[in-house]
Structures are given as C-alpha cells and as structure tokens.
C-alpha cells in the first residue's frame, strides 16, 4: 500500500506540475514591457520617422508629386501605375498601388506617432525629453496628415492608436477645415514643445520644422481657396487670414532663428556629404551603409537616365568631376520644362546634366544623343555603392519656407528681399518692382517651379493653384475635382466599415 | 464573444470534472482479494503444425498472475493451478489457445498460425482494441513488407499502403521527407499533415520521422476518422498516425543483423543537349526571332565570354563537357546496418537496436548519414505494476551540395587555360565544380527520444498510466560562400554563417483504462489528462567581408566587425488535455464509442483558450447474428458509422498578441534601433505587410467528419474487404484578413471560410492459396478524394478577386512563377484547391490574318505563337479571357500488391499509381526534346510555337499535361535459408528489392510525382534502387 501511494503521488506531481496557458511574449516589444524610458520614447519617435524611408511612402514623393506634373515624364516601358499617373487616367487611380501604399505608409506614421503622444506622458523621466519626443510626434502625425490631405483630400482620422480590430475602421473627417484643425493644432503643439537645433540634426524635426510646415498648410489653404479648388472653397477659414497665419509662421522660421538661411552655394544644398545644411530644415534621413532599400536610398536610379550602364562623371565646373552610377531613365525632364529655364540660371547650368564624362573627363555622352534627356543632379551620390546610395529627399528646406512668405505676404519689401536673394544665388537678376500682388505672387509661383525643381513639391503648388487642368496636358480634359485630389484607393473603401 | 465566454466556462468545467474523475477513481479504488481452491500441477509441450517445439510460448492461467514461458524445448511446467481453470496459451503470429486443466498428466498444445487474426489489437490512442471491435476508420499497415526496402524514414514507405493515405515523395534529396496526408487536405494555411505519434508519445507532423529507424517499427496505424481521431482532440483534424516500435519477447537473447546495400540509377535519360551545333543554332533563331543579336557568331559577348560561329562548332571546335558527367555520381551508394539485440524473462522485457544508415545523393558530396540506437527496458517491479523505458537517440550529418548546373553549356571548359575554374564572367554562380569544392553547406542534427512509463493494474478492471515523454532535437548549420564562384560571397566580399536550432517537447500524460464485462454487456473507458511544453529556439550569426578566407567560418571574428549579422529567437507553446473514451458493447454485436477531448493551448486566443472536440460511433456486427451466420457466406460482416469534430491548430505562437516591430533609422549620422507599434509579419513582393493586432478571439479550426464504412470477411476470412465513405467539412479556416488602410496594419489572424472532402474508400486482402509449398496473397486499395473551397470568408476582407466571365470569386496561392509573371495556382469558391488559372489556347498561330481574327494583336498576333483563346468572346484575349484550366488532385488513387511464395523462396511486387491529376510541365518547352519541334515557317506545327527570346508568355493550359501515372513500386525477391536446430543462426534470408523500377505516365518531363499545387519544376529522372539485403537472427 506504501509503495502505491507514493506511486500515486509521483504521478499526481507529474500531472499537475505547471498549468497556466498564458502567452508570454518571448523577443519582442508590446505595450506590456515598452515605453518605460526616455531611451524607448526615442526608439518610438525613430520608428515612427522612418516610416518616411519606405520605399512604400518615399517614392511616392516623385511618383506623386513629380511624374504627373508637365515638368516630367516616365520612361516608356514604365510601370502601369506610374504611366497611369503621368497619363491622369482617372478611372485607374482607385486601384492605383502606388496611391494605396502611399495612402498606407502615411497611415502607419500616424499611429506611430499616435503611439508616442498617448503613451510618453505617462512615462517617469526628464519633462524636457518628454516634450522633444511629444513635439516631434506631432509635428510627424501634421506632417503625415498634410500628405493625406494634398494627396487624398478627406481621409480617416485617427488620432489615437489602433490597437483593436474595432478601431480599424474609422470615419473621414467631415470637413477639410476639421482636418486642417488637427494639423494647425499638431504644428502648434510640435512648436510649443520643441526647440531649436543648433546645427540641423538629419533625419530629425525641431521647432523650425514645425512653424515651416505651419506655414506651408496656411498657404495651401489660402491660396486653394482663393483659387477655387474644390473642398477648399467650402472652407469657413478666411483666406486673408490663411495668407497672415502663412506669413506669420514663416516669418518665424526667418526671423526667430539662426541655425537656418539661405546656402550661398546651390551645389553645396544637394551635396550628400553635407546633410546638415542651413538650408536642410527636415530631410528625409537615408544613407548609402543600410541594408535595404529605404535605408539607403535609389532616388538616384530614379531620376539618371540609362548611360551604357556604366560610372559615368559629371562636371563640377571647377575641373574636377562626380562619379555617379547611371539609372533607370523612370523620371524623365521635359523639353519644356528644360527650356522654360533662363539660359544663365545656375540652377539649370549647375543643377541640370546634359553631358557626362569619362574619369579623366573626356565626353562619353550628352543631350541629345546618347544621353536620353537632361537630368538633374539634385540626387547624385559620387561614393555610391552599386545601387546604394545616400541621395535624399529634402522635405522641408529653406528656399520653400522663403519663397512660402513670398507669396503669403505678398510684394512686401521683405518679400521682394527673399524671393531677389534665391534669384541671385541662382544667377538670375532681381524680379521686377512695384508687381501687383497677384503678378507678384505668379512670379513667386514661376520661381518655386525653378528652384524647387524636382523636390517632390510641384503637384501640389499646381493642385493648389488650381492649375492642373491648365497647365499639364495629359490632364487637359479631367475635372476641377479630379485634379485637386486623388480618390481614396477602393480596397480601404471596401475594408473601412465606416466608409461603407 | 458571448457564445465564447461560454464555450470556455464549459471546456473548463469539462476538464475539471475529468481530473475529479481521476482523483475519485484513484482514491475510492482497492485491490481485490483472489480466494483460492484445490491446487494441481499442470506441464506439457508446446509445438506448431510442423511438430517442431515453440519457444518462449506465455502460459498463463487465466484470472490469476500465475504463469510461465516454454523452455528451449517447448516444454512448460506449472504448480499449484487451480482445479479447473483455464490456462491461456499465446504467442505472437500465433492463435492463441486455452485449455480447461482437469487434472494432472502431460498436455499436447499444437499452436495454429494466425493469418489475419480477429483478435489483432490495433493502438487507437492511450488503450487499443480488437481489431473485430473497432468502430472507426482505422487502417493497420503491416510494416513487415516494408522492411526489404531502404528508407530513412517510415513515411516515404507508407506510399499506397493503407487506402486515404497519399503521401508524395516528390524530394529525392538524401535524408528527404515526404509529404504526407491523410483524405485530402482541410487546411490552407494550417498544417496539413497528420499527427505522428509513436508509442503514445505525440511527436508532431508526420512527414520526417528520421529519428526512428524503420526497422524497428512493428505496425502503424492510421487513424482516418472523427471518432478515431477527435481522441486528439486540436490536433486530430488531419488524422493521426500511430507508430508501435518493436518490443523484445520473452526468451532466449537473440541477436539479428539486418544489411542492406543500396545503389541506384536514373530510371529515364537527361535531356540534354549533345550537340552543341543544335542548340547553338535554335539559340540563335531563338534571339533573332526575338530581336537580339545572335550569339553563336564566333566573337566575344559583352561579358567576355567568346562564343564559336555555328561552322566553327561544326568543324573545329573542341570543348563538348558533359557536365552531367562531372556532377552525378555514377551510382550513388547507400547503406542500412540494423543489429538488434533482444531478451525477455517474465520480469524483464530488453530491446537494443543500434542502426547506421549512409545514403550517397545522385549529385556529387550530397551526402547524408545517421547513426542512432533505440533502447527499450519493460520491468515488472511488481505483480502489478510495470516500468517502461525506452531511448532513442539519432544523430544526423547532411552535407548538401544538391541543385548543381549539370545542364551548363556544353560548349564551356572546366578549366580555363591557367587551371582555374572557368567562369562566364565574374557574376557566374553556377559552376558546379567550383561550389563543391569551395563553398561549404554542412548541417549536424540530433535528435534524443526518452519516455518513462508507469502501468499499474489496480485491480483486474482498472489499469493507471502514466507516462512522460521528452524529445529534444538540434541542429547546427555551417555555412561558408566564397568570394568568388558564389552570389552572396561575390556580394559580401565572402559571407559566412552559422544556424543554431534547438527544441524541446515535453509531454506527460497520465490516464486510466477500466475494462468490465457484465453479462452481455461490455464496458471499458479511458480518462485521463495530458500536458505539453513545447520550445524552440533558434539564433543565426553571419559574418561578411573576410580579408582571408582560408578559415571559412571557422572564426567568424575575422570578417568585418560592422557587417555581422546576429539573429536570434524563441517560442514556447503549451497544450493542457483531458480525454475521455467509452466504449460499449451488447451482446458482443452492437458496439457503441464516445469520445471526447478538452485541449487548452496557450496559441489560442485569450477568449478561446480552450475547445472540446467530441465524436461518437456505433457499430454493428452483423455477422454475429444468427440470420447472417445462416447465410454462411460472411466471416464478418460490420457496419460502422462515426461522427464528430477535431481540430487543427496549426496557428503560429503569438499570433494572438499584440506585437511591436523594430527596425533601424539612420538618425542625425548614425544608425539606431527603432521600436514601435505593427511589425513586418510578411512580405509580399518588395513590399512589408505589417501585422501586429491582436486577436483574442484567434482558436483553433474545426472538422467535422462523418464516415461510413463497412468491413466483410469471406472464406473463413481468406477475402477481406473494407469500404469507407466519408464527407470532412472543415470551417474557421485560419486565414489572414486584410485590414483597412488607414488602420496603419495591413493582416490579422482570423478564423473565416470552409473546405469540404468527401471520399470513399476501398481495400480488399486476400489469401488467394495456403499450402505447404505455395502461398499466394494480393491486395488492392482504391481511394477517392473530392477536395472542395466552400468558403473563403468575406468577400472584401479577405480581398478576393472575381472572375469576370462566371462570377467566380478567388484568390491566388502557391508561388508566382517568374516566366509567366503570375500565380500558378487558385483558391477558388466551388472548386478544388490549387486549380490552375489561365488561358486556353487553341494550337498556334499559322498566318497574321489568323492571329488577328482570333483576338490577338501586335507580337501576340504573329505566327508561330500561342493562339490564346478569347474565352469570353468579346473580341479581344486579355487577362479577361483566364480560366480554370486545370486540376493539380488527382480523381483517385490506387495499388496493388501481390505476394507469392514457394518453399522459401518469396517474391513480391507493389504497384502505386495516381490518376486524373494535371501537372503544369514548366519545362515543356526548353529542352532538346522538345525545342527541335518548334513552329518554324518551314515545318508550320500545331504543336510549339517558335523559338522566341524574351517572349512574354501566358500561363496557358499549354503547359498543362495529364500526370497519371502507375508505378511498378517495387519488386522484391528473397531467399530464407533452412537452418538446423544446432546451428548458431536461427533464421537468415537473402533478398534483393527494387523500387521504382518502371512508370507508365504520359507525363513528359522526369517524373509526375510532383507536388501538391501540380507544379513541375525540371529537377531530375527518379532514381531507381536496387537493394541487396541480409537478415540473419542468431
């Protein structure tokens, strides 16, 4: 009987040693055991800014804001979406990926940032951290927004994170002014909470950034209104205001710093090796040593013609020469646009190739002739690694935010000060006194297409003016509502229980 | 949500009323008092039909522990025996006997043997029953007949072995598994293979059962249905597999060697080519036709490569490698070695088995070898209560070099002139010399099974088990990619790693079987609770940019500090079970069971943890009624009919939780570690698809499954068929939905949409002849399998697509295939999985006139192309014209075996064929044996089109072809020797088996066993084998 019961009880300990069925995460973060420290709040604010470097979201800047305008055109043989965005063939366009991964990726930033702003104040460490990484989660969800709203115009608002699948579906904000409320707002907040950076910091946002892109919303709704794009000419806010606040805002970014200002040098602003620039406000943050493509970036292949698939140099103009590799001919110059250049602007003769060498600068191609078109060397990295390379998007640079108070304020002594200053620099004479405010701000609007050239910006000043439909000729016979906003892509209408 | 709250609280219930049962049943329970009556001695001998004595036969008297083994003489002696009870006489492939003692003298016990015995006990999970008293689907393979044929795991043997099994060995890699499945499959992103279990230790899949030597597996069984099955509860949905290893018998030590020397060859030719002037010159038209600049002009290409004019490489050029030659072994080796030691007394059961298994690949160093033994101890400590042990151990070593160009040009060196590996250019990665002798690709494996068991006959009717099982298994991978000669070394300037991989599984089990009959009636039950801990865990190191690579990875330390790489990982899932079985019996006519199983899984969601997967079965044997047994036409004649739900929980661990992602930013100049809300759990192209949502309502997916079957004997059991029809309706499906956009999530786990299989099933057994001289004995099985997508979910959130001409609503699966820029394979609703979708075609285009009429524009119109059929009839074919152009299943199964004997000479062969299914030959048209045909202007063929570079192609029913095929499986010879008592070998048998000697398909490319999407990917002939083997026992 002994012997049984000890038997009993060894099997009795075997049976039941250990019971609960809980899942314990093993190697990754969750809510459970993240946002602790400073240390987790600035990996959180890092994830949600490299959002921007997902080939997803970072092509779109292009894609979107380049390939449908009349400056370029997509190699022939170019991908169905991209051709249908040069061609504004409207019907594709819900379907559209290149608009559903741009529409995505802008999305998970926001409940990136979402994430900070809810979970950074309850963490226990040093105020002034807390609000760098609150101000930098607003100023990225404005930032966000204001990508959805030039894109998509009305879009889902999510202002907390998504963490069940009831939340998953929200609904469009009701209006354009209720949308621009949470950007205003974010930039304001990102404002209050953020400093000034002594040397730019790139990849990162300060309080710079955020009045910028204050300015930049002010100004696109002022101008949209008063142009009459649609959505925008239902606004309550008040165009004179809108110009004010835009004014306001950059006057800022102009006067109640000194980290930022105009680079004396053109070539110095696109020189990858030199990130932290006065003019570098907020840079899209990639470089040559990542892994995958985001983390090092190809704009490079993107904007370089197909040159016999070689290194190729290109002229300083100072008796030495860039090494660049050749590209993937996607985002071809326009005869027109080549030719709307001044023949003495800096930013054609300087900016612009038509002619590559070989190392010890002998001619191997030029335009026309071999090379297929003129292309800019905004994105050319001389220490690429094969398709690797450090070329980055400049998001917000000085230039804009000058030429931003140029036209908000309008023929202001100040104004004509700004706008004659990048004229200089590019070798151009000054701009014609005594305009009126409505020829002073076209002539605003003509600089920023030559000095913003290639920059991702030039959809939306044309989207903004509303010139679309007059300006770019594949779109000649589309609507006013068509050219100011993409749609929303079909599959998040299918998906989005709210907008069924 | 509310529904789940209440499945939980009553699975909860459930379980604890099954360990309630337990506890009472342990604790109200005493041992019974035998009274005793007159005592008398009982001896005789026992002997079999030849009159020759048997050893080791157990004598037992019956209701009592008295018992005894024969001697070396067959002789037995028993005292003290009560007065008029039975002795019990057994012996394995024996009818056992019993015997009313009356008094004393000598007895004469002349043992039968048993063909197919009604009394064969089949292992249905924690218990087993008469095989005449089972009431599911279960089929029992004799592993006997396997053993003549090689094989590292049992698996690849189980080929058209038991009637609903389909495994398909569509790897000849060495130490390859196969895949295995048991009445179609029920899951799509689920696992889909069987449950293996080996003696009562759940293991996992079936399909790569390498730790265990097939030679020491004695039976199998294959349990089909829901009632057999559902005893697994989550688990079960893809039936399970049983696997009994062998246990040693009561006498004398006996030693047997088993050896088997295998080699094997192509059993069809290469197509390849041997002519280097034909291929040169269609690979001209080739590029011409295709607008490039023909290469075989005699000049250098511009990757440096010089390539001779069609006259030079018809008069004087030289080099002609038949590369075949360098990189195929001319008849790869492989080599079994078994030694089996075994030795019983009434106390002590031993079994040592010890095996070293070598198997030589077809491609050169593609190497595979293992060595393992397989102990087994079964002690009685006490009357009543006996110990298990049992360890297996196995060690593997795998060298790969398997996948090497032995298609590369012929017209290409070796060596260059300085002796050097020659290259194409510096981005040649296919030099199969070169990646053998220098790229290194090499993996260790372990693998230790232990399992302890207690059995404890409390009283006569009620037997506890308890048992605990733990496996732990590792692997380490070495690899090393040279600077040169290799993509990923070319690229990293050398490229070095290592895998490390280990897991463990930890199972305890503990149940209790009670067994009663009264009066007519027949009672046993089984109870009893299970837990499992599962772990893996996994780390990978690579480092690149090596200034020497002498060391390969053997210090990684010396590649370039900033380019290593570290992954690491690790999961654990835990399973907590009670199960429950009645099974009752009337009359010993009317059978009835009741399973049921409560499994609660850590990998199920918070609202979800637990499930209850109940089934239950009658039967009825017919033949036990008097006005069946009146028409003495049936031996038996049983009807079954069985019905109940399993599960498959084929989620991945975590799926239900929250889940942060990381990546790295290069902030401010430096790279950092990000951390935030929805990680990378897939990707889908270039693109991320970003999940990280939690679900707590994720669970498990459900089969229902009715089967009905029916099991006859006739002349006196010497025909035997059995005839199964089941319908398996699976739902909840675990599948992913796509979330909205601007969730900033991509995918979730849920669970949405249904697949259904219905089959039947047949299998008929024969003894046909059973004389002294010649025996003859044939089976045949057939099965049919209808597989269909029900469901696939809602319609928008699981983003399917619609066919525009019927309406049909699908999705893409399998793989996308590079040269038709597109998904072979379709989930479709109303049809079986995997169908294929594309074009028609109606032949090839002869004239412009007849392309352009046919809907075809621009290139496409051409003669000498695709006529793609405008299916839709609207004037034009595009990707509007695409339908079901196919079915990769197969409409049924079948084998046939036949054995025939005469004195001791035996001689075997098995057929095994598929029928119905399609293939899709991606190779149908890049070989010398098809290329020569193309359409040309000159020879206007209906047949190929023309020989076209850089042709965008369709995925058209072109390439579809029909893959039945019937296989000549093996054929197998052997010798048992006669052998004097006095000699000190008690059985030896030579033998020589084939396998895979001969198929009948009209498949076109190597082989039509491919897999189950019915995509064929080139590869290699199948290897024939050809086996010598010898069995000796000492």
């Known amino acids: ?500 | 949500m509310k529904r789940n709250q209440k499945n939980k609280t009553y699975s909860i219930f459930t379980l604890k009323m099954t360990i309630c049962f337990l506890l009472i049943s342990l604790l109200s329970i005493s041992t019974s008092v035998f009274s005793q009556t007159a005592l008398i001695k009982a001896s005789g001998i026992v002997k079999d039909t030849k009159g020759e004595a048997i050893i080791g036969v157990s004598v037992k008297v019956k209701g009592t522990s008295i018992g005894t083994i024969t001697d070396v003489n067959g002789k037995f002696s028993l005292t003290e025996v009560p007065k008029n009870s039975a002795i019990n006489f057994s012996y394995v492939g024996m009818e056992p006997q019993s015997l009313i003692i009356t008094g004393k003298g000598e007895l004469l016990i002349v043992m039968q043997e048993s063909s197919v015995s009604m009394n064969e006990v089949v292992v249905v999970g924690y218990g087993s029953v008469k095989k005449s008293d089972v009431t599911g689907s279960v089929t029992s393979v004799k592993t006997e007949a396997l053993k003549s044929i090689p094989a590292n795991s049992i698996e690849g043997l189980l080929q058209g072995r038991a009637a609903g099994l389909q495994v398909i060995n569509s790897s000849q890699d060495p130490g390859a598994g196969a895949t295995v499945r048991i009445r179609g499959n029920s899951s799509l992103r689920g696992s889909n293979a069987p449950l293996i279990v080996v003696d009562g230790f759940p293991l996992g899949d079936a399909g790569d059962l390498k730790q265990i030597n097939p030679a020491d597996i004695v039976s199998m069984e294959v349990l089909k249905d829901a009632s057999a099955s559902a005893i697994y509860g989550s688990r079960g949905a893809n039936g399970v597999i049983m696997v009994t290893t062998k246990k040693a018998k009561i006498g004398k030590t006996t030693v047997k060697i088993s050896q088997q020397v295998t080699t094997s060859e192509f059993n069809s030719h290469l197509d390849l080519w041997r002519d280097p002037v034909l291929m040169a010159s269609l690979n001209n038209e080739s590029r011409i036709n295709g607008g490039f600049p023909a290469m075989y002009i005699g000049e250098v290409s511009s990757t440096g490569v010089y390539y001779p004019s069609i006259q030079e490489l018809s008069t004087t050029w030289k080099t002609n490698t038949r590369w075949d030659d360098i990189v195929f072994r001319n008849s790869p080796i492989s080599n079994n070695t078994t030694v089996t030691v075994s030795s019983g007394t009434e106390k002590t059961l031993f079994n040592l088995s010890a095996n070293y298994y070598t198997d030589q690949g077809v491609y050169i160093n593609d190497d595979y070898s293992k060595g393992g033994y397989n102990l087994s101890v079964d002690h009685n400590i006490y009357k009543n209560v006996k110990i298990r042990f049992s360890n297996i151990l196995s060690k593997g070593f795998r060298n790969s070099n398997g996948g090497l160009a032995y298609y590369r040009n012929p017209i290409l060196p070796v060596y260059d002139e300085k002796g050097n590996y020659y290259l194409t250019s510096s981005q040649d990665f296919s030099h199969p010399l070169a990646i053998t002798n220098l790229q290194k690709n090499i993996s260790n494996m372990l693998d230790i099974i232990t399992s302890a068991a207690l059995e404890w006959q409390i009283v006569p009717a009620l037997k506890l088990t308890s048992q605990i099982n733990y496996k732990y298994g590792k692997s380490v991978g070495d690899q090393y990619f040279p600077k040169v000669y290799t993509e990923a070394g070319t690229f990293n300037n050398g490229y070095a790693k290592i895998n490390n991989w280990e897991g463990e599984n930890l199972v305890s089990e503990n149940f209790l079987n009670f067994q009663k009959a009264f009066g007519k009636h027949e009672l046993a039950a089984m109870a009893g609770f299970s837990y499992e801990n599962y772990t893996s865990r996994s780390s990978s190191l690579a480092a690149m940019d090596f200034v020497n690579e002498a060391l390969q990875n053997e210090n990684m330390s010396t590649g370039n500090p900033q380019k290593n790489i570290i992954n690491n990982g690790f999961s654990e899932t835990k399973l907590m079970s009670g199960m429950f079985r009645l099974n009752y019996t009337f009359d010993n006519k009317y059978l009835a069971t009741f399973t049921s199983r409560a499994d609660g899984s850590s990998k199920f969601g918070a609202n979800n943890k637990w499930a209850m997967f109940p089934s239950g079965a009658i039967s009825w044997k017919a033949h036990e009624e008097s006005f069946i047994k009146n028409l003495n036409v049936f031996d038996e004649l049983k009807a079954r009919f069985s019905y109940g739900v399993s599960g498959n929980q084929g989620i991945s661990p975590y799926q239900t939780l929250s889940r942060y992602g990381t990546g790295k930013y290069y902030d401010d100049g430096a790279w950092v570690t990000t951390i935030g809300p929805g990680y990378v759990a897939g990707m889908q192209y270039i693109y991320n698809i970003w999940g990280g949502i939690p679900n707590p309502d994720l669970k498990w997916e459900t089969t229902a499954q009715a089967d009905l079957g029916l099991d006859m004997a006739f002349f006196k059991r010497k025909l035997r068929i059995t005839l199964d029809v089941y319908d398996k309706e699976t739902s909840d499906l675990l599948r992913e939905r796509n979330l909205a956009y601007s969730s900033g999530y991509n995918k979730m786990w849920i669970n949405d949409g249904k697949i259904q299989n219905r089959g039947f099933e047949v299998t008929i057994e024969g003894d046909i002849l059973n004389t002294k001289d010649w025996k003859l004995s044939g089976n045949f099985i057939f099965a049919k399998n209808e597989n269909k997508v029900v469901s696939l979910g809602n319609e928008l959130t699981s983003g399917l697509l619609t066919d525009p001409n019927t309406g049909m609503k699908f999705e893409y699966a399998g793989n996308s295939v590079s040269m038709f820029r597109a998904y072979t394979n379709i989930l479709a609703i109303g049809q079986p999985i995997n169908a294929f979708y594309g074009y028609k075609t109606d032949g090839i285009v002869q004239t412009i006139s007849e392309g352009i009429n046919a809907g075809l524009s621009a290139d496409l119109a051409k003669p000498g192309e695709f006529k793609y059929v405008d299916y839709n009839g609207d004037g034009i074919v595009n990707e509007k014209d695409r339908t079901i152009i196919g079915n990769p299943n197969p409409d049924f199964t079948a084998s046939m075996g036949l054995n025939v004997s005469w004195k001791n000479i035996d001689l075997g062969i098995f057929l095994n064929g598929a029928f119905g299914q399609q293939i899709l030959n991606t190779q149908a048209f890049n070989s010398p044996s098809n290329q020569p045909f193309r359409w040309t202007p000159d020879n206007p063929t209906n047949l190929y089109p023309s020989l076209k570079d850089g042709r965008l192609l369709n995925l058209s029913d072109w390439w579809i072809q029909d893959g039945s095929y019937l296989r000549i499986q093996n054929l197998n010879v052997g010798y048992s020797f006669n052998l004097s008592h006095k000699s000190i070998l008690s059985k030896a048998r030579l033998y020589l088996n084939a396998s895979n000697l001969f198929t009948f398909t009209k498949f076109k490319g190597y082989d039509p066993e491919v897999g189950l999407d019915g995509v064929y990917w080139g590869g290699y002939p199948r290897l024939s084998k050809w086996t010598f083997g010898v069995d000796l026992t000492f």
């Open chain 1, 1 to 500: 009987m002994k012997t049984k019961i000890k038997l009993f009880a060894l099997c009795s300990v075997l049976a039941l040693g250990s019971c609960s069925l809980d899942e314990k995460p093993y190697g990754f973060y969750s809510e459970s055991n993240f946002f602790k420290s400073a240390a987790d709040a600035d990996a959180a604010v890092d994830y949600a800014y490299a959002t921007l470097t997902f080939l997803e979201y970072s092509r779109g800047v292009f894609y979107l804001g380049e390939l449908p305008t009349e400056n370029i055109t997509p190699k022939p043989d170019e991908s169905q979406d991209a051709t249908d965005l040069n061609n504004w063939n409207i019907p594709s366009f819900k379907t559209n990926t290149v608009l559903q991964y741009y529409f995505t990726y802008a999305f998970i930033g926001i409940n990136r940032a979402n994430a900070v702003i809810q979970n950074v104040p309850t963490g226990d460490y040093d105020q002034a951290l807390k609000n760098q990484y609150l101000g930098e989660a607003y100023f990225l969800r404005a930032w966000n927004y204001f990508n959805l709203v030039r894109v998509y115009g009305l879009v889902p608002k999510h202002n907390s994170t998504v963490q069940t699948l009831e939340q998953t579906s929200a609904p469009l904000f009701s209006n354009l002014d209720e949308m621009y409320d949470l950007i205003l707002t974010d930039c304001k907040k990102a404002e209050s909470l953020m400093p000034v950076y002594t040397i730019p910091k790139l990849g990162r946002a300060d309080r710079v950034a955020a009045q910028a892109l204050a300015a930049k919303a002010y100004l696109y709704i002022a101008s949209a209104k008063e142009h009459n794009v649609p959505l925008y000419k239902d606004m309550k806010r008040d165009i004179t205001v809108m110009y004010d606040s835009a004014t306001y805002f950059a006057g800022k970014v102009i006067n109640d710093q000194t980290t930022y200002a105009l680079d004396s040098s053109l070539v110095n602003i696109y020189d990858v090796e030199k990130p932290k620039g006065s003019e570098h406000i907020f840079t899209m943050s990639m470089d040559r040593t990542g892994t995958v493509e985001g983390e090092y970036s190809k704009i490079s292949k993107m904007f370089i013609p197909y040159i016999g698939g070689a290194t190729v140099y290109l002229d300083n103009k100072n008796g030495t020469y860039s090494a660049t590799h050749d590209g993937w001919s996607v985002y071809q110059t326009t005869t027109a646009f080549y030719a709307s250049f001044d023949a003495a602007d800096k930013r054609k003769t300087e900016l612009i190739v038509d002619k590559v060498y070989d190392k010890t600068g002998v001619l191997i191609a030029a335009y026309p002739g071999k090379i297929l078109y003129p292309f800019t060397r905004k994105y050319i990295d001389p220490s690429f690694v094969g398709d690797k390379t450090s070329t980055r998007p400049l998001l917000i640079r000085y230039s804009d935010v000058a030429l931003i108070y140029a036209e908000a304020s309008g023929p202001t002594s100040k104004a004509y000060g700004l706008i004659n200053a990048i004229r200089n620099r590019a070798g151009l004479g000054n701009l014609m006194p005594g305009l009126s405010i409505v020829d002073f701000r076209k002539a605003v609007y003509k600089e920023r297409t030559w000095e913003l050239a290639y920059e991702g910006d030039h959809l939306y000043d044309l989207r903004r003016w509303n010139r679309v439909i007059t300006d770019v000729p594949e779109a000649a016979s589309i609507t006013e509502e068509q050219a100011a906003f993409y749609p929303i892509p079909q599959a998040e209408i299918d998906l989005n229980a709210s907008l069924r």
